[in-house]
């Protein structure tokens, strides 16, 4: 299916008269300058949704660009889209192609960033995307502990920190289940703790943290358990609490 989008996506650029070349792309306007994938992101992307298609073709197209060109820009622009004034983007469509992308054995940088920086740190949307892309089949995750589905889950998760601990501890205790997450979960916490917009509560935390089957050298594992028991929420909320953590477990 992936294969399919982005083929579709440069047959899209063609008719934009944008090709790839060797070392990267040119348009028929100006043949001669090179351009990197992240020009055509800035350039191009968001003409996608100004075609004459139905609005699930057009969040089709715009991740065969993503597939494409691999720029975070193309997920700014499905996003703008999304809250434009026309209508938001249908949420079906929107939502499977970040979940597909997460279970892709390719790299997804792209696509966890985006959840990371735009739909988690909102949080005016980071309870609708934390569940679209995880928390809404968690159990099922975890039951059927298929390869890519799990995929997605160590991803989600990873990226997860600026999620409300609200919106998220039952999707942690549920990956708990399975040791295959764990190392998932870990960085979950830390990313928690340190995120500039992280949330968790510190006595939960550390109740899930001491519940991990984790190597006993897990790089910031002493630490984090430290500052978690001092009852510290956030890196940024309590300047100096890790630098006290690591001359504490030096």
């Known amino acids: 299916m992936e294969r399919q989008v982005e083929e579709a996506a440069r047959r899209w650029l063609a008719d934009q008269g944008v090709s790839q070349v060797r070392d990267g792309w040119v348009s028929d306007e100006e043949p001669d300058v090179l351009l990197t994938a992240n020009q055509v992101a800035h ?3 968001g003409d996608v949704f100004a075609e004459d298609l139905h609005a699930a073709d057009q969040v089709r197209l715009a991740f065969g660009l993503l597939d494409l060109l691999d720029e975070y820009w193309v997920t700014c622009e499905i996003r703008f889209a999304n809250e434009s004034a026309e209508a938001p983007l249908p949420a079906d469509v929107l939502w499977d192609g970040y979940r597909q992308r997460l279970e892709a054995g390719r790299e997804a940088e792209a696509v966890t960033y985006s959840l990371w920086v735009d ?49 998220k501890e039952l999707t942690y205790r549920t990956a708990m289940g399975l040791p295959d997450l764990h190392s998932a979960v870990f960085h979950g916490l830390l990313a928690s703790f340190h995120d500039v917009y992280g949330d968790l509560e510190p006595a939960a935390a550390r109740a899930l943290l001491d519940q991990l089957d984790l190597p006993t050298n897990t790089q910031h594992l002493a630490e984090l358990r430290h500052v978690l028991a001092a009852g510290y929420e956030n890196h940024f909320r309590s300047p100096g609490a890790w630098d006290d953590a690591v001359r504490s477990c030096s």
């Not at 089949?137 to 920190?161: H, M, N, Y």
């Open 43 to 45: 350039y191009w992307a």
């Open 119 to 167: 739909w988690f740190e909102d949080h005016g949307t980071s309870a609708t995307a934390f569940a679209e892309v995880l928390g809404n089949d968690i159990d099922r995750v975890v039951a059927e502990r298929s390869e890519a589905p799990l995929r997605r889950a160590r991803r989600v998760l990873e990226c997860s920190g600026p999620v409300r601990w609200t919106v």
